[in-house]
C-alpha cells in the first residue's frame, strides 16, 4: 500500500474521464455498463487498488468477484504492478470459491461439518443413481443427470427444495424430481458434503436464516467489486444484493452483449434489475475502445446490431481503421487448419509473438484439426481451459477401443475400457483376470477369455466380460472387410460407449459425443488403424515440451475478458456457428445469444481478425456442404477483406437462396472423397484365442485341491489349465492358478 493518502496517485492518470469517475465514486451502488474494451476490468481492478491505496479499507473488507480463478489471479497481480504487493486478505475469486470460503466458516448452521466435501460430477450422478433405485425409478428413461440437470437449475435460481413446487419436475423421473431434490440435500448433509450448486444455495440459506451471520458480513465487506456481471445468474445476484445490503458499496461492471451463459442460467436481466433495486444507483457508461483497431470494432459493432434484445450502445475508437478483418472462404476444414498454420507462420516470421495469438472456436471438437497441423508445424499451442484433443477423457476410452481392437496384448487399454460403459466387471473380477494372467504370462484379454469359461467368476461380470470378449475379436474381424473409420463407430456404438454418453444429460456430454465423432474422422485420414494410433503416440509425444511462446486455442466461451493481438475465428458456417443444437433448443433467444458470442470472438482482438469458413466440412461424420454463416453476412463489406478461392464465395442468387432454404432444411452430402458405406451386421465370428502353453499346475483327474472360494475338492478332469473340480457344494469350472494342492 502506498503511505500517503493524499498523493495523487499516478495510476488514475492512465484513465480517462469517465473511467476516472467510476473509480472515484467510491460510496453507494454503481454500475458500469459498457461495451468490450472499454476498460471495465481495468476500472474495477483501478478501483480495488484505489481503496487500498486511500486507506479506505483493509484488505480483508473488500470482496472482489471474478469469473474465474485465472482472472483473479491477474487482478490480484494488475493491482500489485499498480500499488505495490497486496495485502493478503483480500476476499478475490469466484463465486463459488468465496461461498466455499464463507461456507467453511458457518457449516454448522447450515447442517454441515467445516471439512465438509465439494463432489464431483461422478460422485453426485452415483447418489442420484442411488436414490433413483431406491424410488424403483427407471434410471434408463430417466437417468440420474438429467434429475441432476433439474436439480442444478433450481439452485441456480436460488430454490432449496421446500421451495419447488412438488410438481414442478413435469414428467422427469416419473413426477418425483422434487421429492428426489429433497432426498438429494438430505443425503449430502449425512454425507457431510456438497455440490457445487450448494455452495451458494446454503450461503443463502445462511443470511436469509441467520440476521445475525448477515450482519457480521455487513460489517466487514465495506466495498464489493463484480466483474462480467451480465453471466450472473439468479442465485448469484440474490447472493450479492444480501451482502451488499450493508455498506451498499457495490460496484458491478458488465455487457449485455457479452451475455453468453444465459444455457447455464445467467440472466441478462440482472443489470436491468440492478437499477431497479438500487434506485439510487450511478450509472456510469463507457463508450471508448481500447482494445480494437477501427475495421474490427466496426465489424463487431455491426453484427452485434442485428440483435434485437440489447440495451444498445455506442462504441469508438482512438486508434487507427488498421487492416480490414479477413473473410476466408476455404474448401474444407483441412485447408483451413494448413492456411492458418501458414499465416501463423508468416507472422511469426515477421516477429509476432505466439503468446498474442489466439484461435478460438465455437465447439471445443474443432480444435483437432488445427492441433494436429500444429504439430506438424512445430508449432507450440495451448487449449486453454481444457485438454488437448487426444487427451480428452472419451478420446482416451476410444483410442483404447481401438487399440484393443488392434492388438489384444494391449493391457493398459483392456482395463481402461473393460468396465467403460459399466459391463459388471468390478474390482474382484479384475483381480481374477491380474492373477491368471500374471500365473501364465499372458495380457489381460487373453486371462479373460479362459476365465469366463469357468466359475471363478460369476454372474453379470462373466457375461459382461463374455461379450466384451466377442465384441472385440468380432470388430477385429471386420478389419478385413470394412474401413477401420467404420469398424470404431461401430465398435463405440455396439459397445455402448456412446449411448453412454448419450445418456449422460451433464452439459459436457454433448461436447463428448462431438468429440467421438470427430475421433472416428481423424480414423478416416489414414490407411491403417495401426497407421493412425502411430500417429496418435507421435502426435501426443510431440506435443510435450516447447516451453516459452504458444498459440491458444479456446472456446469462444473461455476467451470472454482476454485479449489477444490476433484472433483466428474459423468455422463459421451455418451448422456449427450459429450452433445447431442452441437454436433447436430455444430458438430467437439462443441464435442472439450466438451472435453475442460471435461478438466476444471478434472484440478479443487487437490488432487483426480472421474470420474463415470451409466450402465442406465433415461434421458428425458427414460431409456437409457448407453455407457461410449468417454472421459472416452481417459483417459490413466495407471493412472486410474477402479471400477465397474462386466459386467458394460468390454471394450470388443461387448461393442467397441455399443461404435461405437453410432455415428450412440443412443439407447433407455424401463425402466427396471418402464415400462411405453403411455398415450392418457383420458375420465374421468371434476369432478363437490361440492355444495356450501347456499347463503350470499340472493338476490331473483324481488330484485333491483347495480353492480360495469353493474349498476342498478333487479334480475330475483337466484340460490344460482349466479344470472341472467336484466341491461340497457342486462340479465347478475352475482355473489352476486358484488351485493349490489339498
Ligand atoms: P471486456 O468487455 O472484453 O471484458 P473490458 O471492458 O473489461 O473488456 P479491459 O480489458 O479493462 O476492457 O480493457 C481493454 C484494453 O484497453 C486493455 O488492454 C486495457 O489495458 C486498455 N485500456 C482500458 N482503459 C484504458 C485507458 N484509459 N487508456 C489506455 N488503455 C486502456
Ligand atoms: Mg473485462
Redesign the pocket.
Known amino acids: 500500500m502506498s503511505s500517503d493518502p493524499s498523493a495523487p496517485a499516478s495510476y488514475l492518470d492512465?484513465?480517462?474521464p469517465p473511467?476516472r469517475a467510476a473509480v472515484e465514486r467510491l460510496d453507494g451502488p454503481l454500475l458500469v455498463l459498457?461495451?468490450?474494451?472499454?476498460?471495465?476490468?481495468?476500472?474495477l481492478t483501478t478501483r480495488l487498488a484505489h481503496i487500498l491505496s486511500t486507506r479506505r479499507a483493509f484488505p480483508s473488507q473488500i470482496l472482489a468477484v471474478t469469473f474465474t480463478n485465472k482472472a483473479a489471479r491477474e487482478m490480484k497481480e494488475r493491482i500489485g504492478a499498480m500499488i505495490g504487493p497486496v495485502a493478503e486478505g483480500v476476499w478475490l475469486g469466484t463465486f463459488h470459491s468465496l461461498s466455499a470460503r464463507i461456507l467453511r466458516r458457518h457449516a454448522e448452521l447450515v447442517g454441515l461439518r467445516p471439512d465438509f466435501t465439494i463432489l464431483d460430477t461422478d460422485d453426485q450422478a452415483r447418489l442420484m443413481k442411488q436414490l433413483l433405485q431406491a424410488e424403483k425409478i427407471d434410471d434408463k428413461k430417466w437417468p440420474a443427470r438429467a434429475v441432476l440437470s433439474a436439480i442444478e437449475r433450481w439452485k441456480d435460481r436460488g430454490l432449496a427444495p421446500e421451495r419447488v413446487a412438488a410438481d414442478a419436475g413435469g414428467e422427469l423421473a416419473a413426477g418425483r424430481a422434487q421429492s428426489l431434490y429433497a432426498q438429494y440435500q438430505e443425503r449430502l448433509r449425512v454425507l457431510n458434503a456438497c455440490d457445487f450448486g450448494d455452495l451458494l444455495l446454503h450461503c443463502l440459506t445462511l443470511f436469509t436464516t441467520r440476521p445475525d451471520v448477515l450482519d457480521e458480513y455487513h460489517r466487514r465487506f465495506r466495498y464489493i467489486l463484480v466483474d462480467?456481471y451480465q453471466d450472473t445468474n439468479v442465485a448469484q445476484y440474490m447472493w450479492l444484493r444480501l451482502l451488499a445490503q450493508g455498506s451498499r458499496n457495490l460496484c458491478c461492471?458488465g455487457?449485455d452483449d457479452?451475455s453468453v451463459y444465459g444455457w447455464r442460467g445467467a440472466e441478462v436481466g440482472n443489470i436491468l434489475r440492478f437499477e431497479k433495486d438500487f434506485e439510487d444507483a450511478t450509472v456510469v457508461r463507457?463508450e471508448q475502445n481500447?482494445?480494437s483497431t477501427g475495421h474490427i470494432l466496426a465489424c463487431a459493432s455491426a453484427l452485434i446490431a442485428h440483435n434485437r434484445e440489447r440495451l444498445g450502445k455506442t462504441l469508438w475508437t482512438a486508434a487507427d481503421p488498421g487492416e480490414k478483418v479477413q473473410l476466408r472462404g476455404v474448401w474444407d476444414g483441412e485447408e483451413e487448419a494448413r492456411w492458418a498454420g501458414e499465416e501463423i507462420e508468416a507472422l511469426q516470421r515477421a516477429g509476432q509473438s505466439l503468446g498474442q495469438v489466439a484461435l478460438l472456436v465455437r465447439a471445443g471438437f474443432q480444435t483437432r484439426e488445427f492441433e494436429e497441423r500444429f504439430i506438424e508445424l512445430g508449432l507450440p499451442y495451448r487449449v486453454v481451459g481444457g485438454p488437448r484433443f487426444y487427451e480428452r477423457a472419451e478420446i482416451r476410452d476410444a483410442l483404447a477401443y481401438a487399440r484393443l481392437v488392434a492388438q489384444d496384448a494391449d493391457d493398459l487399454a483392456f482395463e481402461r475400457i473393460v468396465n467403460q460403459p459399466r459391463r459388471g466387471v468390478g474390482e474382484k473380477a479384475m483381480q481374477s483376470l491380474h492373477r491368471v494372467a500374471r500365473a501364465r504370462g499372458v495380457p489381460l484379454a487373453r486371462a479373460a477369455a479362459e476365465l469366463v469359461e469357468t466359475d471363478e467368476i460369476k454372474g453379470p461380470a462373466r457375461a459382461g466380460l463374455r461379450r466384451f470378449l466377442e465384441d472385440v475379436a468380432r470388430w477385429r474381424a471386420a478389419l478385413a472387410t470394412h474401413h477401420h473409420a467404420e469398424v470404431m463407430e461401430m465398435a463405440l456404438d455396439e459397445s455402448g460407449y456412446t449411448a453412454m454418453w448419450r445418456q449422460d444429460r451433464s452439459a459436457e456430454a454433448p461436447g463428448r459425443l462431438e468429440n467421438l465423432k470427430e475421433f472416428v474422422a481423424a480414423l478416416e485420414g489414414f490407411d491403417t488403424l495401426a497407421g493412425f494410433l502411430e500417429h496418435v503416440s507421435l502426435v501426443m509425444e510431440n506435443a510435450e515440451g516447447a516451453p516459452g511462446e504458444m498459440v491458444s486455442l479456446m472456446t469462444l466461451h473461455s476467451a470472454?475478458?482476454l485479449?489477444f493481438d490476433i484472433v483466428f475465428l474459423p468455422g463459421w458456417e451455418e451448422g456449427l456457428f450459429p450452433h445447431p443444437r442452441a437454436l433447436d433448443e430455444k430458438g430467437e433467444a439462443a441464435l442472439e445469444e450466438e451472435r453475442r458470442l460471435a461478438h466476444v470472438g471478434l472484440?478479443?482482438a487487437r490488432r487483426r481478425a480472421y474470420v474463415s469458413f470451409a466450402a465442406n466440412r465433415r461434421i458428425h461424420n458427414l460431409w456437409q456442404s457448407a453455407i457461410p454463416s449468417r454472421f459472416v453476412e452481417e459483417l459490413p463489406a466495407e471493412h472486410v477483406e474477402r479471400v477465397a478461392q474462386p466459386g467458394l464465395w460468390g454471394g450470388g442468387p443461387a448461393r442467397r437462396q441455399r443461404f435461405d432454404e437453410f432455415d428450412q432444411r440443412q443439407e447433407w452430402v455424401a463425402a466427396p472423397s471418402a464415400p462411405r458405406r453403411p455398415v450392418r451386421v457383420i458375420e465374421a465370428r468371434a476369432e478363437l484365442v490361440p492355444p495356450r502353453p501347456a499347463a503350470a499346475g499340472g493338476f490331473a483327474p483324481g488330484d485333491r485341491v483347495f480353492h480360495e472360494k469353493f474349498g476342498y475338492g478333487i479334480v475330475r478332469a483337466a484340460d490344460a489349465g482349466k479344470l472341472d473340480v467336484e466341491f461340497p457344494t457342486g462340479r465347478k469350472k475352475v482355473m489352476d492358478s486358484f488351485l493349490r494342492r489339498g
Do not use: F, I, S
Open positions: 492512465r484513465l480517462n473511467q459498457a461495451g468490450a474494451g472499454t476498460g471495465k476490468t481495468r476500472v462480467e461492471v455487457d457479452q463507457l481500447y482494445r470472454k475478458g485479449e472484440t478479443r
